[in-house]
């Protein structure tokens, strides 16, 4: 499976797989629209991979959550917004 996963990181016991999303304007479609159906099945195919490196049954029993991160590079200024939980497994 190709592709990559922008960010892991644990949020209390929750394991956190985080895509960002980077636009140098505020266009009419914002950032998080970015990750579509298509990217969002490559993650969460990943996300079963890298899951399939803990020893059973942790695997089975952690916690996923899939969050998105707009940044907007906007002049001088940037901003960031954060969406947890933007999509779940399926």
Not at 16 to 44: H, S, W, Y
Request: aromatic share 12%.
């Amino acid at each position: 499976m190709g592709g990559d996963l922008d960010l892991i990181g644990w949020d209390g016991d929750c394991l956190c797989f985080i895509e960002v999303k980077t636009r140098t304007a505020r266009d009419t479609v914002p950032a998080e629209a970015g990750v579509d159906q298509l990217k969002r099945r490559m993650v969460r195919g990943l996300a079963r991979i890298y899951l399939g490196t803990f020893p059973e049954p942790a695997r089975r029993t952690i916690p996923v959550r899939f969050d998105v991160i707009s940044v907007y590079l906007v002049g001088a200024a940037t901003e960031f917004e954060f969406f947890p939980g933007a999509y779940g497994w399926r």
